[in-house]
């Protein structure tokens, strides 16, 4: 399994271009089932977990087609057609290697009427469950049983539309009821939807193939169900998680670092906590600039929360930035029951981290020393990379393999803005 050898210390300047966002793109892809015409997508990533979700589209007979993108952020080109459905069951053995292969549930029972969809099963970042998913397509008229591990879901007469009140927000399940509605007879409501940017991307996408939708990015969706859908071209949005992370980088380390391909809007929620770090952030002509230079960090307090709030998702990469910062910080994680195992490791490279239930506390200390450590999850392990980035010595980081489902070109990214890290394979 390959690793990566980071040797720390070097402030980073430059320019890193950010690619598509892994968590639009998956959902996208997803949405070729609703119809039988070409689906193209732009500025698509290269990532572990887009090639899985290709694979399992052509095992639903999608025709599907990747070419990568001239350079590092311009994003590839994916053509997927679902002209033919030849299969509606998502095998056990590809839903385990990603859990967004729970999105095909609502496409495969809108254009096909049934759906055999492995249960996802456990995650190290929590139970995850998927009872949100399953009550939205009753309620859409679905019946749906429970077999050997796999959801059985069938709607041989359509799904009728319905309003469907989540209990609490979830990313995934609106996603999905979302892509059902579009192909239901009648109006749907989505009642607390979640409100991400990838949902917005998704709603977009699925209006200009045909779709009619109102009030995306509120908590309120309605949709007006239509027979069919047709093809589009759509360009996925920039990845949020990347461009926060990788101005994090810029704040751990010290240093200037322009990340193109990207919006300022899309970390709304990080930079008022950067600034309070003392790291600059700003829009420029190419996207947004992040720098610290002189000031040692200052610690502060963060809270995730469903969007517009501060992102699960940067809460690993956060918790990096905020051990070598002067004073005492307080991370509470929200969204996920077990979303701290990135905590011990950062402990080996010398940090002081106490966790309390859903709260970590870090207090910050002069400095980090390089270590061997063990990626556990895909945010983690880019939280470990962001700590040797700024330790002393070297740090390897081994089962990589976790990186690579949501970090395109990550290595050479860094390089290029000064970073010593190069990936040993084994
Ligand atoms: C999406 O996961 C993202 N994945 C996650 O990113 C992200 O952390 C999460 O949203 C929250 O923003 C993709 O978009 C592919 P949820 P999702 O449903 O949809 C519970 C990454 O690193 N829940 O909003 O699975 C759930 O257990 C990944 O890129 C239920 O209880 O997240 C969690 O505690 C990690 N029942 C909370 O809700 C359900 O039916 C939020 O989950 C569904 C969810």
């Not at 996925?236 to 193109?260: F, H, N, S």
Request: net charge negative.
């Amino acid at each position: 399994m390959d690793r990566i050898r980071i040797r720390g210390g070097n402030r980073l300047n430059g320019e890193i271009p950010i690619s598509g966002a892994k968590n639009a793109a998956l959902p996208l892809m997803a949405a070729s089932l609703l119809t039988d015409q070409k689906l193209t997508l732009l500025n698509a990533p290269w990532l572990a977990d887009v090639g899985f979700m290709g694979e399992l589209l052509r095992s639903f007979g999608v025709e599907t087609s990747y070419s990568r993108g001239p350079a590092h952020g311009e994003g590839g080109r994916w053509e997927l057609t679902a002209r033919h459905i030849t299969n509606t069951t998502a095998e056990y053995e590809l839903v385990r290697k990603m859990r967004a292969s729970f999105l095909m549930l609502g496409p495969l029972l809108a254009r096909h009427g049934q759906a055999k969809v492995s249960l996802p099963g456990g995650c190290a970042i929590g139970a995850r469950p998927v009872d949100l998913h399953l009550k939205a397509m009753q309620v859409l008229g679905a019946e749906i049983v429970l077999e050997e591990g796999y959801v059985i879901a069938q709607a041989p007469s359509g799904l009728k539309g319905a309003s469907i009140e989540f209990p609490f927000v979830s990313v995934g399940a609106t996603e999905n009821a979302l892509m059902a509605a579009a192909l239901a007879n009648g109006e749907t409501t989505l009642v607390n939807a979640a409100r991400e940017p990838e949902i917005m991307d998704l709603g977009h996408c699925l209006m200009a193939m045909g779709a009619q939708i109102r009030g995306l990015g509120t908590s309120t969706i309605v949709i007006d169900g239509v027979d069919r859908l047709r093809g589009t071209v759509h360009a996925v949005l920039p990845d949020r998680i990347e461009t926060g992370t990788y101005a994090m980088a810029a704040a751990i380390c010290g240093g200037d670092i322009e990340l193109t391909h990207t919006s300022i809007e899309l970390i709304g929620a990080l930079v008022p906590l950067l600034e309070g770090t003392g790291t600059t952030v700003t829009t420029t002509g190419l996207g947004v600039a992040a720098s610290r230079n002189g000031e040692r960090l200052k610690s502060i307090d963060v809270q995730t929360e469903p969007y517009p709030g501060f992102p699960t998702d940067l809460q690993a990469q956060f918790m990096a930035l905020m051990t070598t910062a002067e004073g005492i910080s307080h991370i509470k994680e929200t969204i996920f029951e077990n979303r701290f195992m990135h905590v011990p490791e950062l402990s080996r490279m010398g940090a002081d981290i106490q966790v309390q239930g859903d709260t970590a506390t870090v207090r910050g200390v002069e400095k980090l020393t390089g270590a061997p450590v063990m990626a556990t999850d895909l945010r983690a392990s880019v939280s470990l990379v962001l700590a040797g980035l700024a330790a002393e010595g070297e740090t390897v980081i081994s089962r990589v393999y976790h990186l690579d489902r949501g970090f395109e070109c990550l290595e050479e990214k860094l390089s290029a803005v000064g970073a010593q890290i190069e990936r040993l394979t084994e």
